[in-house]
């Protein structure tokens, strides 16, 4: 029920006993990059809501290895973070892709097993099959609904479902 996550698709990037963090991907913000990032007045790349915890930091997700060093694979070919300095000249020099790196304020957490217990009680629908291509949609709109449908024809109804059932 909590307006942060309303048909949100979430990718989790790191759950250890302490807790959990992830990254909404399909709820933008009305920032751009350069509007966060003193110093890069080109840099058009949207902004995304990760969530709301620590709503004062920025985070990226990417699939350029080769080009920014350090960060964590958190998939098959997706990294979490990196050498900022690195990505700044990249962004400043047009030599990144809007369709390999996603910005995000703030991200989704959860405290130590409470992930775990929120699934128990079937708040969260969870897959771990999903195309990368996924993470760095910037169709928020249909991301969700495209998502519910790949998980099969047991959630493929709900995605047709009205936002509000009581509108319907």
């Not at 709109?141 to 995605?159: C, D, F, M, Q, T």
Request: proline letters at 6%; glycine letters at 8%.
């Amino acid at each position: 029920m909590d307006p942060n996550f309303k048909r949100s698709v979430i990718l989790i990037t790191e759950h250890q006993e302490e807790g959990t963090v992830g990254f909404i991907l399909n709820h933008s913000s009305t920032l751009s990059l350069k509007d966060v990032i003193p110093g890069l007045p080109e840099a058009n790349f949207p902004v995304y809501l990760g969530g709301p915890v620590e709503t004062d930091t920025i985070h990226f997700l990417h699939r350029c290895p080769d080009l920014i060093s350090d960060g964590q694979e958190v998939v098959k070919g997706i990294y979490w973070g990196g050498n900022f300095e690195t990505l700044k000249v990249l962004i400043q020099n047009h030599q990144i892709d809007e369709d390999d790196i996603k910005f995000f304020i703030g991200y989704s957490g959860w405290g130590q097993s409470q992930l775990n217990m929120e699934m128990k009680t079937n708040t969260w629908i969870v897959s771990d099959q999903f195309h990368p291509d996924v993470v760095f949609s910037n169709n928020e709109e249909n991301l969700w609904r495209e998502v519910i449908i790949n998980l099969g024809p047991k959630y493929a109804h709900v995605s047709n479902f009205p936002q509000d059932p009581n509108l319907n």
